[in-house]
């Protein structure tokens, strides 16, 4: 349950950081958002080493003994593998819009697992 719970927040919080660029536009609330990833922001390699391990686990899991492989761990794997990009492959990150709609989905993915039974 704990591993399922980690999975989650790395998907939102890994989400939230690499959707930020689209974040910062919106009106009103977008300064305030943009404040809080630039907090968030030097730990998201911790995020991202989170979601790989946590999508990991339960890709593990459910390949051997569970019903089948859920979306979630793959979005999971997806966010870890793109919050520690530069740190794995040395090179440039993919597009910064693609990326920020790949948080967006993150994020929506990572709230459907909280409310999702295990």
Known sequence: MIMALLLDLANIVGGFLLAISLLRKLPRAGDTLGRGADRVAPFGWVVGVVALVAGGYYLLVHIFDGPRVFHFEVVGILVGVALLWDRL??????????????GLIAIVVGLQGLVTPD
Not at 89 to 102: D, E, Q, S
Request: proline share 14%.
């Open 89 to 102: 492959t040395k090179r440039n990150a993919p597009p910064a819009l693609l990326l920020a709609i790949f």
